[in-house]
T-cell receptor, first 111, second 114 residues
Framework: GQQLNQSPQSMFIQEGEDVSMNCTSSSIFNTWLWYKQDPGEGPVLLIALYKAGELTSNGRLTAQFGTTRKDSFLNISASIPSDVGIYFC???????????FGGGTRVLVKP | NAGVMQNPRHLVRRRGQEARLRCSPM?????VYWYRQLPEEGLKFMVY????????ESGMPKERFSAEFPKEGPSILRIQQVVRGDSAAYFCASSPLQGGETQYFGPGTRLLVL
């Protein structure tokens, strides 16, 4: 089946830093989605991308749909403490009813 | 406008018991999806249902697991004779239309099998 490799698996941030993460796939996706999950909660949609090459922003978040349709990137600028959490990429392929999720990027605050 | 609702939020069962997880989709949504999340992993698709129909159950284990979405009432994910490996967070999502539409997730049910 389709697999998504998400990296990095975890990262430490300091307030004000920019954060970047990405997902790559062995196969093509038609839609890329980025979710954030807080402890004990369900994923919340951050950004949805529908076209290859598309670059979309949502406040301090920017995501891009790779031109090969096999990857996507999420950037968070000027991070703040509430950015801590787990970020998941998800792809939607030919089977439009199911999302394939990456393994997540855990964003933690530097002690 | 209430979001996707799931209950219970936490469920503890002993091995061999049955677990019933309920999901009420967002108002106006007629498509429901169930996902399972093991600790430290991403969500894995289990099943996609519309009212009174199972559309895609390719992610459901072949035994002990079943799902329904009746004409009236919530969608139910049922796990019979639970085993310790069933311990996970189970998330329900809903969308207004099939595919191409964003799936909105509920808060999940965390199942612990003792």
């Amino acid at each position: 089946g389709q697999q998504l490799n998400q990296s990095p698996q975890s990262m430490f941030i300091q307030e004000g830093e920019d954060v970047s993460m990405n997902c790559t796939s062995s196969s093509i996706f038609n839609t890329w989605l980025w979710y954030k999950q807080d402890p004990g909660e369900g994923p919340v949609l951050l950004i949805a991308l529908y076209k290859a090459g598309e670059l979309t922003s949502n406040g301090r978040l920017t995501a891009q749909f790779g031109t090969t349709r096999k990857d996507s990137f999420l950037n968070i600028s000027a991070s703040i403490p509430s950015d801590v959490g787990i970020y998941f990429c998800a792809g939607q392929g030919a089977a439009v009813n199911k999302l394939t999720f990456g393994g997540g990027t855990r964003v933690l605050v530097k002690p | 406008n209430a979001g996707v609702m799931q209950n219970p939020r936490h469920l503890v069962r002993r091995r061999g018991q049955e677990a019933r997880l309920r999901c009420s989709p967002m108002k106006g949504h007629s498509h429901v999806y169930w996902y399972r999340q093991l600790p430290e992993e991403g969500l894995k698709f289990m099943v996609y249902l519309q009212k009174e129909n199972i559309i895609d159950e390719s992610g459901m284990p072949k035994e002990r697991f079943s799902a329904e979405f009746p004409k009236e009432g919530p969608s139910i994910l049922r796990i019979q004779q639970v085993v310790r490996g069933d311990s996970a967070a189970y998330f329900c999502a809903s969308s207004p239309l099939q595919g191409g539409e964003t799936q909105y997730f509920g808060p999940g049910t965390r199942l612990l099998v003792l």
